[in-house]
């Protein structure tokens, strides 16, 4: 990763003043996250020498539900966080597949102080995936995305949070 190209693009809190489609939910996540201690104390041991970098779109539902999430845990312990457009940035994406062959988003990239990737996330939590995989995609679209948000209440960012602090064991 080029640290101008990242430092280029906006932090979240600039990244929702640019958000169009779910500008409401995008913004109503975000004031509702509220990061268990355990996460925080979890992710300060990791030190603050990181840079995490989602490759999204405003339209996507699974990002809304966890890019907040994320970006929440970075501002609690000083990490930079950043947002780029995955169409905008297909070399990026390509390299972030999820499967080896989907665009799929959110996907989070975590880069050290001198922005060598140290591994990804995305684009949602391992249980809710399975779920869509196996048998959301047997219902019409508006009743998964109804079951998919559900699941993201309920969960309230935990898996997420706990996934993303999973990548940092790859460098343990």
Not at 71 to 96: I, K, Q, T, Y
Not at 122 to 144: A, F, H, T
Request: with cysteine.
């Amino acid at each position: 990763m080029d640290s101008h190209r990242y430092h280029a693009a906006p932090d979240f809190p600039a990244y929702l003043e640019l958000v169009e489609e779910n500008a409401e939910l995008w913004r109503g996540v975000w004031e509702r996250v509220r990061l268990p201690e355990e996460f925080v104390a979890r992710a300060r041991e990791q030190g603050a020498d990181w840079n995490l970098l989602a490759l999204s779109e405003d339209w996507c539902g699974d990002a809304v539900n966890t890019l907040p999430v994320v970006a929440r845990l970075a501002e609690a312990v000083g990490w930079e966080f950043r947002v780029l457009s995955r169409d905008e940035n297909p070399d990026l994406m390509d390299g972030h597949l999820t499967g080896g062959t989907s665009r799929s988003i959110p996907v989070v990239i975590v880069y050290d102080a001198d922005f060598q990737e140290i591994g990804w996330w995305g684009p949602r939590p391992e249980e809710i995936q399975d779920w869509v995989l196996n048998e959301g995609l047997k219902m019409p679209s508006d009743e998964r995305y109804k079951e998919v948000r559900r699941w993201y209440a309920r969960d309230r960012g935990r898996t997420t949070l706990q996934e993303i602090l999973d990548v940092f064991q790859l460098v343990g």
